[in-house]
């Protein structure tokens, strides 16, 4: 007994060294922070930065480095390890999350932004770090560069107002690429210069090391992970542990090319960019495994390095706390009004250029932590900072949300009317057919499902009603379970529903009615009899028992394989009441893939799809090539390219854009398009419109049915 209590005081006794006990510690914290802060509006990362002072060595001291572990004669600290983790971790994700697309449409008023939100900072910081605060030339340019970054921390604030595509959000996310490339440069001479080194050698080594470190990472890393990509498809595990091993070789590769390993992680994140979409599987793995663990032990760790008795021991450490936040805020008001005059933006704009690019958070940490590590600043302007950290973080949610409410008053909100049906409302419906093909189909509806609506995505199994349909019913839920799980990796939420009929297409039609489904996602139809082409394949069925848009999909080959979204759209498609709908899709489509679109259609039909992507104010580059000889369907592939994903816009029978040449698409372009990836899209139609919604077999176009087949036995070559 004596020898159990005397264990157990050992154990929590301060500081606290038994490995599981202190990870039990920082788990219970990672744990509690977010639930006991969040009610007072504290951000995440000051609550887990703050619970670090308070269980840290300068505070309660129940946290302090961990034991040793051995490993080749070499000590490695966890504490030290998981936080340079996490370091690494917030630059990679901030170069994986900017979006491309949307730097490349507004380039220029994103450089200029940037310049401004990065000259202006440090113009103001230098001075009064150097002169004010008497501090030395490289602490002070350090100092000052730190000024210059900014963290999107209010982004989601825009984002529930809806505003998220107004040009001024545009710009500031934009000029984040500079202003964080800028300083993590400037980083890494200073670096340099407090070694000592900052002579011609330095700088010749600097410029081609540089060089041959962005040719590895932009020139070689994203053609090793595209061929990973699709080789190993079905590995997902290994998709994660392979964009781990690239983000800390980059890390690694940076420090021998005589940077910051952090430059590295960024340049990593960019690397990556557009190979991982962001409503991607595996982005939900980077992002959960990364704020889960990595991240809040970086955070931890920095909290256990403040020690707030500094403030206490005179009145110097609060003046330089109270100044580096006032020239932060300052700096970055001015260089987002002066943005506001230069393009002539709204009082609300400029607030929300303010608001966004006012936080100071993950880019300035991570640079404020390597100066401290390399002994160029002191404690002074780490406790500083940190108090600089929350103070911004605060204005910049107050900012942004009161910036987002106005503009949304004042009816600049993004529109949502390009959508039939309202986003927050849209209902996915997803039958099951080939259990080896749904994978795909449920990544696809994943990246195309709106990110507004609360209802889950729908997948549906129709069971024969016969004498084996209770066991068949078991089977269809087990393979319900399976989809489940899949989906579950991208944390898509699935509604699993069974249903017993006669047929299988009027058990998909009256499902799609019981939701109100404004979307249908099918597989590719699978070869038929010659019965069934004659009475009603089971795909026209589904149409004809239908109102929704369909998409038909063939997703042999993954999805990053593609360089481009080839659309061939047929003359009078802008009138099918379904246009809108397809057209923003596509849009997302291309979005999330980071690649552009072509459209090929009549000049009557690009008039009307250019109003279509100028009301969604989509950052997707696009282009259109005429075709007007729509009786000739095989002329299409004159505009097909093997690295395009195919998508093929047709109509339902007697609909205003329907056409003969339409007839049999799928299993046409299916024949003739073997080894790509297909999409055949049949627009929604208003309902009760159309003859046959309740008959099991067609009989008006039986006769046309008849002489297809029977034309197709003398052009079997075609």
């Not at 840290?56 to 302090?64: A, E, I, K, R």
């Not at 983790?85 to 697309?101: Q, T, V, W």
């Not at 390219?641 to 609909?655: H, I, K, P, Q």
């Amino acid at each position: 007994m004596d020898n159990f209590l005397h264990e157990i005081s050992e154990a929590f006794s301060k500081p606290i060294t038994n490995p599981v006990l202190v990870f039990t510690i920082i788990l219970t914290i990672i744990l509690i922070s977010p639930i006991i802060l969040r009610p007072i509006k504290v951000p995440g990362i000051i609550g887990l930065i703050l619970f670090g002072v308070l269980f840290g060595p300068h505070g309660l001291n129940w946290l302090s480095k961990i034991d040793k572990v051995t490993l080749q004669g070499n000590g490695v600290d966890a504490i030290d390890l998981f936080s340079t983790i996490g370091l690494l971790y917030i630059m990679f994700i901030a170069g994986l999350e900017l979006d491309m697309n949307e730097f490349k449409k507004t380039k220029n008023k994103s450089l200029l932004f940037g310049f401004l939100t990065f000259v202006i900072p440090i113009s103001i910081g230098f001075p009064v770090c150097f002169y004010f605060l008497g501090y030395d030339l490289l602490p002070s340019i350090l100092i000052a560069s730190m000024f210059a970054t900014h963290t999107l921390v209010s982004y989601p604030i825009v984002n529930s107002y809806g505003v998220s595509k107004n040009e001024a959000v545009a710009i500031t996310i934009g000029g984040t690429i500079l202003t964080d490339t800028a300083v993590l440069i400037i980083l890494a001479i200073l670096t340099g210069a407090s070694q000592g080194q900052l002579d011609q050698q330095f700088w010749v080594t600097l410029g081609v090391s540089f060089a041959v470190f962005l040719l590895i990472m932009f020139g070689i890393i994203p053609k090793i992970a595209k061929w990973f990509f699709q080789k190993i498809e079905s590995e997902k595990t290994a998709h994660y542990i392979f964009v781990l091993a690239v983000v800390f070789f980059a890390a690694f590769l940076a420090e021998i090319a005589g940077l910051e390993p952090i430059i590295g992680a960024f340049v990593a994140g960019l690397a990556l960019n557009k190979l991982i979409p962001h409503s991607s599987a595996l982005m939900n793995r980077i992002e959960f495994i990364g704020n889960a663990i990595f991240i809040p032990f970086f955070l931890i760790s920095v909290g256990m390095i403040v020690d707030v008795s500094v403030l206490t021991k005179g009145p110097m450490a609060l003046i330089i706390a109270g100044t580096l936040t006032l020239v932060a805020v300052t700096g970055k008001f001015l260089a987002a009004t002066a943005t506001t005059i230069l393009f002539k933006y709204s009082k609300n704009q400029r607030n929300l250029i303010f608001g966004l690019s006012n936080a100071h958070a993950a880019a300035t940490l991570a640079v404020i932590m390597v100066g401290y590590d390399r002994g160029i600043i002191d404690e002074n302007v780490l406790n500083g900072t940190i108090l600089l950290i929350l103070v911004t973080c605060i204005i910049a949610s107050l900012v942004t949300e009161n910036a987002s409410r106005k503009i949304v008053v004042e009816g600049h909100q993004d529109d949502e009317h390009v959508e039939h049906v309202p986003e927050h409302e849209e209902q996915i419906l997803i039958p099951i057919a080939n259990l080896d093909k749904m994978e795909p189909i449920l990544d696809f509806a994943t990246l195309i499902k709106s990110k507004k609506s609360h209802h889950p995505l729908n997948i549906l199994s129709v069971v024969a009603d016969n004498e084996q349909a209770e066991r068949n019913m078991a089977n269809a839920r087990r393979n319900l379970d399976n989809m489940a799980r899949y989906a579950s990796g991208s944390e898509t939420e699935v509604e699993l529903l069974t249903t017993i009929d006669y047929n299988i297409a009027s058990g998909i039609g009256r499902t799609s009615k019981e939701l109100f489904a404004d979307c249908l996602i099918l597989g590719w139809p699978s070869a038929t009899s010659f019965v069934e082409k004659i009475v009603g394949e089971k795909t026209e069925s589904i149409l004809n028992r239908t109102d929704a848009n369909l998409f038909m999909c063939r997703l042999d080959n993954p999805f990053l394989s593609h360089k481009s979204i080839t659309i061939f759209v047929p003359p009078l498609a802008e009138s099918e009441v379904g246009f809108e709908y397809w057209m923003e899709k596509m849009v997302k489509l291309a979005q999330e893939l980071s690649i552009p679109l072509m459209f090929v259609c009549d000049t009557r039909t690009q008039s009307a799809a250019e109003g279509v992507l100028e009301m969604v104010q989509t950052s997707v580059p696009f282009t259109f090539n005429n075709y007007e000889d729509w009786d000739n369907i095989f002329g299409l592939a004159t505009f097909s390219n093997t690295d395009a994903l195919l998508v093929f816009v047709s109509a339902r029978y007697g609909e205003v854009s329907y056409r003969d040449s339409l007839d049999g698409l799928a299993k046409r372009v299916g024949r003739y398009f073997r080894n790509q990836n297909l999409i055949l899209i049949f627009p929604s139609r208003r309902e009760n419109q159309h003859i046959d919604d309740y008959e099991d077999v067609q009989t008006a176009p039986i006769f046309r049915k008849i002489s297809r087949e029977i034309g197709n036995m003398f052009n079997k070559d075609r």
